[in-house]
């Protein structure tokens, strides 16, 4: 597999449960980001990762919201206690991280969050 | 704060038109990067175009071209001859040019292209 992988596709959640979201980069990338995608809208920055430092967060709604890489690659978005308004399509995205890939980022297909 | 506006919520045009989608963007800094995604029905994102700041030239990719104007924050993108194939939702997007690693991405709200027979 060449591109980003996020598992599962489709997730749906009662209001209040736990949830984990898996993305797999493409191998040797040093760059990950979390994006939220509501319905009708661009994508929203969430966090960032180089390797396993997570250096920006500022972007997460809540202390609701965590995310891991804690060996450099896979990386898992979790949010507790989930309401309605998490209800999204969570999109990982990851990026060589070099002079030449800077800025580039590569999708992966995302993560269909409904709470219901 | 960066911000990118695309006021063109949706188009529909017919096959073989050509059609412009307007981008433009807001930062205060000086060095920054440009782009141009495409959103399938499937979801996933995928990558048109980077453009410098510092590079205004216009570019062309087959079918598709960009103009950057510097002086109006625009970033335009344009398709000629439009096919179905072309159905989609497009989104701007702007980072700030840091050194060393990626920068994250702000996105517009987006395009919807619809492109009947």
């Known amino acids: 597999g060449a591109g980003v992988s996020q598992s599962p596709r489709y997730k749906v959640a009662k209001r209040g449960q736990d949830v984990a979201l898996r993305c797999d980069p493409i191998?040797?990338?040093?760059?990950l980001f979390w994006y939220q995608q509501a319905l009708g809208q661009g994508p929203e920055f969430l966090t960032y990762?180089?390797?396993?430092?997570?250096?920006?967060k500022s972007g997460l709604p809540s202390d609701r919201f965590f995310a891991e890489r804690p060996e450099g690659s896979v990386s898992t978005l979790k949010i507790q206690r989930t309401q309605q308004e998490d209800s999204a399509v969570y999109l990982c995205?990851?990026?060589?991280?070099?002079?030449?890939?800077?800025?580039?980022?590569?999708f992966g297909p995302g993560t269909r969050l409904t709470v219901t | 704060a960066q911000k990118v506006t695309q006021a063109q919520t949706e188009i529909s045009v017919v096959e073989k038109e050509d059609v412009t989608l307007d981008c433009v963007y807001e930062t205060r800094d000086t060095t920054y990067y440009l782009f141009w995604y495409k959103q399938p029905p499937s979801g996933e994102l995928v990558f048109l175009i980077r453009r410098n700041s510092f590079d205004e030239q216009n570019e062309i990719s087959g079918r598709y071209s960009w103009n950057f104007q510097k002086s109006t924050s625009s970033f335009n993108f344009t398709i000629t001859a439009s096919q179905v194939v072309d159905s989609a939702v497009y989104f701007c997007?702007?980072?700030?040019?840091?050194?060393?690693?990626?920068?994250?991405?702000?996105f517009g709200t987006g395009t919807r292209l619809q492109v009947t027979l």
């Open positions: 995205a990851s990026s060589p991280g070099t002079s030449l890939g800077l800025g580039e980022q590569y």
């Open positions: 990762f180089q390797n396993e430092a997570q250096l920006d």
């Open positions: 997007a702007l980072s700030e040019a840091n050194t060393g690693t990626a920068s994250k991405l702000t």
């Open positions: 191998s040797g990338h040093v760059s």
